[in-house]
């Protein structure tokens, strides 16, 4: 037997090592949502990003004049459409005041820079030289001037990893500025749709694509980005909408977290109302 | 062989802070090659089967904790590209598999095993053209991948001195 074993393992052994390595990975790949994990990964990512962030640092000073350069044209456009907005907000806070409605604007922003992205086309990730020290948490929006870029997804103490928009683990409701119709949009390895429109739904192409309030991921809109084509099922009740987003993601560099996440309160709630109907 | 582990095991740190760090500056349409990978081949054809599946298993281990994705896609793919690299190490041989062309056929074929499979892991939406996402995941990336590696080879030592 034993003579059997150990000419079993001279002739296969490149198989059996392949073998064992491949069921162990399996086995990893399941144990992916466990707090261990998580912990382990939160370190490893931490003590790994502080380095890139150094590499990270001297690559973005050369980009920085140029950056510079369309950040004083954006500035100059933003106060002309700023003086506007003045006006407009002082119409607005009198209205609100008059409907007794709350302000749910003026989250405070996170200022972040990318230290590391990991750009396969199915789990795009890009790491920031902020965390839990700088009061990020899991849940955050990853935001530029553009609009949309992710969500945080873990965190250490000085940097985060996020889930960019063309991850295809995250979905979030979306909802036509236009019409207002709502949409669960997510990125399906090739594009970013909004999965599921009824037929009826009049969205067309051109129309802005912003977050919608029923997400339980970004509490109020943001921009994502223009509708683009329709797909026309034949069959069936549903059509699908591509969306070009805003954000160049392979050119993203510095970012801003929004200091909030979805309310706790507003999930128990909802969660309370479903019982009851229950 | 303790020692050849250790040594490429250091040197996959470095090679890791250019892939997240500078790699994505040289993309094109997104599609970006794989250093970590042409690494893992060389390694497998000088130093042999088993050592290139244990050698993928790591990167592919290390690689998945600090970026973020799907941990364990990224060590199963790795794990069979190194596996099918090995294929390529005969003693005798070695000097023309690091030749510039087979080189870069090699790379191309390993990276393609690499990126299909970590496709698949990835759990993209299957009601998508499936050629369509395997174009554009595997084969762009696989092809880039070689290209880059053709050019690595002539500049990297022809025996097991890394």
Redesign the interface.
Known sequence: MLRFLNSFWFNFKEYIILSVLVIFSLFIISQNHSPAVQKVRAIAFGTFASVTSVVSDIFNIKSLKKENEQLRETNAKLMLQLSKLREAAIVNDELKEMLSLKDTSGFPLISASVVSKSFSRVQGTITLNVGSSDSVKVGMPVITDKGLVGIIYSVSSNYSIARTLQNVDLKITVKDERTRENGLMKWNGEKLVIINVPKTYQIKKGDRIVTSELSSLVPFPIPVGVAAENSNVETGIFNEIQVIPFVDFAKVENVFVLKTVASKEIDELELNFLKKFQ | MKTSYLFSILLFIPV???Q???V??I?IA?V?PDLILILLVYYSITEG??YG??LG?VY???FD?????????T??AK??AG?VA?YFSSENKIDIYLMFFNFGMIVFLAALVDQII??F?????I???IF??FF??AFLPAFYTALLSMIIIIFAPKKRIL
Do not use: E, H, W
Not at chain 2, 65 to 73: D, E, F, K, N, Q
Not at chain 2, 121 to 125: E, G, L, M, Q, V
């Open positions: 890791l802070i250019i997240t760090t500078i994505p500056l993309s997104q970006i089967q088993i599946t244990v298993f592919g281990f290390a904790l600090v970026t973020g994705s799907l941990l364990g896609s060590m199963i794990t069979v596996f090995g970590f496709s892991f990835s759990a993209f939406d009601s998508s053209n369509l996402i554009q995941n």
